[in-house]
């Protein structure tokens, strides 16, 4: 009874194992057709055979000659083209070693192919890539998206089960459906754009929108921007936010230093953006030494330039002190000169040093990249980790400044020094301490400085100016008021260059400073004590 049933069920029985085997069967191979219409003919049609043989050839034979054209490892006769490497030549669709014709000619490609090159062998990735690569080149689809890789689309679509990957492809298969023949495709891509604001997808619909011709797609496409811009909107403003408060950390390390030694001597210390670039070239020196020495252990050199900083420009700013400064107190303006003078004198030791141009420090691996916040901002670990440090530093001085027996003696010195030096305090050993503290901290933020710009001679003039306003706006001596001010200026500053542009918003700056002063001059904290009454 068996047998008859198997020869009833033996037709359905074979078009089964027949639906089994198409189904498991791999994609369709790259044709010697293919190879040699993307080796040979005008820009568009080679363009149109890379698309048609990511959409329907073999992935890996694909990409690997894909990746030969792109190399120039391309030759091709009339009849076929070959991938030559090494003096070998191959069949492109088999693999197999062959003879390479007499006249084979070698094929060209120009900036556009090469582009195009390398957007089908990110296509290709979504065949044949793990997770990762496939979610980064249905990204990258996106951006390249036209009408012409719909079929690629729909391919990855069916067999992908990722759902992050898969709703990238379907954004970019909406993209690419932007520039379908039919107003109605049209206007559903620019709908579903909208839900999905990037800065991507912005610029999608601004193209489109530029050579739109139909009135009704261009209705749509204006409500679909509209959206995606106030959907963008607060990711800039948090963008500008978030700028202004990493310039304002970098002002804040600038300016602690100086809130010291002003505050308590009434230094103008015209060196101490010198200060702060001896600091830098330490760190600069320290990871030559782990480069050469400790290649092992180099993404942690910025821990063991730290201190190096701090101590190289805590000396220098101690001989400063004991030098020259000592004998120059109460009488400001042959300070100013004096360290004006030193600051060219430090600015030419570097230059005969290090040279005159500017010298390479690197991120470590754990300061590269960054956190993607929203769409369009991404908050990069090299200013998150400035901010942490300029607030770690300020509360260490705040610390040494209230607890500790220094903090006590710099707090009277500072308040009233005859009265101090009468009550035993050493008022020269403690302004030689607080001036190398105030240098040292300037060390410190040359190092964080040598982590999101360059490094050479001039690096301290570009701060000076600004430290010093934001020291004068807090209120001199005042912690408190030096991180208001240098937050404050920071985020102003931010927020104007997008309205005026980066001078004007400085001019302003110094405007909304001086007239703050004439209204308030002791700054937005006064100072306490006898000192405030002299």
Not at 291 to 311: N, T
Not at 324 to 350: C, D, H, K, N
Not at 358 to 372: D, L, R, T, Y
Not at 483 to 495: E, H, T
Request: include cysteine.
């Amino acid at each position: 009874m068996l047998f008859p049933l198997l020869r009833t069920l033996r037709p359905w029985l074979g078009a089964a194992l027949a639906c089994t085997a198409l189904w498991q069967a791999p994609a369709q191979a790259l044709t010697a057709e293919q190879a040699l219409a993307m080796a040979d003919g005008d820009n568009n049609s080679r363009i149109a055979a890379m698309q048609e043989a990511a959409a329907t050839g073999d992935a890996a034979r694909t990409a690997d000659f894909l990746q030969a054209l792109r190399d120039g490892e391309v030759q091709f006769t009339g009849a076929a083209a070959f991938i030559v490497r090494g003096g070998e030549a191959r069949d492109p669709v088999t693999g197999q070693a062959v003879p390479l014709p007499e006249g084979a000619s070698d094929a060209s490609t120009n900036n556009r192919l090469r582009r195009e090159i390398g957007n089908a062998l990110a296509a290709l990735n979504l065949l044949v890539g793990n997770d990762a690569e496939r979610l980064e080149a249905a990204q990258a689809m996106l951006q390249g998206a036209t009408p012409e890789r719909l079929p690629l689309l729909d391919k990855a679509l069916a067999r992908e089960q990722q759902a992050d990957v898969k709703a990238a492809l379907a954004l970019a298969k909406s993209a690419a459906l932007l520039g379908s023949p039919q107003a109605e495709q049209r206007i559903d891509a620019a709908a579903l754009l909208a839900r999905h604001a990037t800065p991507a997808t912005r610029l999608l619909l601004n193209e489109q929108l530029a050579q739109e011709q139909d009135a009704q797609v261009q209705a749509a496409l204006k409500r679909a921007l509209a959206e995606v811009k106030d959907q963008l909107a607060w990711g800039e403003r948090l963008g500008v936010a978030f700028t202004g408060i990493s310039l304002g950390s970098i002002l804040l390390l600038v300016a602690l230093g100086l809130a010291i030694t002003y505050g308590l001597m009434g230094v103008i210390n015209m060196a101490h953006g010198e200060l702060m670039m001896i600091g830098a070239y330490a760190t600069y020196v320290v990871q030559g030494v782990f480069r050469s020495y400790l290649p092992d252990f180099f993404d942690w050199y910025l821990l063991a330039a730290l201190p190096v900083a701090f101590l190289a420009s805590a000396l220098v700013g101690a001989v400063m002190e004991r030098g020259v400064l000592r004998f120059l107190y109460g009488r400001p303006l042959e300070t100013l000169l004096a360290t004006w003078g030193i600051s060219l004198v430090l600015m030419q030791l570097v230059r005969s040093t290090f040279g005159a141009q500017n010298v390479a420090v690197e991120n470590p691996v754990w300061m590269s990249g960054g956190w993607q916040l929203l769409p369009n901002l991404i908050l990069p670990f090299n200013r998150l980790i400035i901010i942490a440090f300029a607030f770690a530093v300020l509360a260490g001085v705040a610390y040494l400044i209230a607890r500790t027996r220094l903090g006590l003696f710099v707090r009277g010195v500072t308040q009233n020094r005859p009265i101090a030096a009468c009550m035993g305090v050493n008022t020269a050993r403690v302004d030689t301490l607080a001036f190398a503290l105030g240098s040292g901290i300037a060390g410190l933020a040359g190092c964080a400085l040598s982590q999101v710009g360059n490094v050479g001679p001039d690096l301290g003039q570009s701060y000076i100016v600004d430290s010093f306003m934001v020291v004068v706006l807090g209120g001199v001596g005042q912690l408190a008021g030096t991180v208001y001010a240098a937050l404050g200026l920071g985020i102003l500053n931010k927020f104007l260059e997008g309205w005026t542009g980066a001078v004007l918003a400085k001019i302003a700056v110094l405007v909304f400073i001086i007239a703050f002063i004439q209204k308030r001059p002791q700054g937005i904290f006064a100072m306490k004590g006898r000192s405030a009454e002299t």
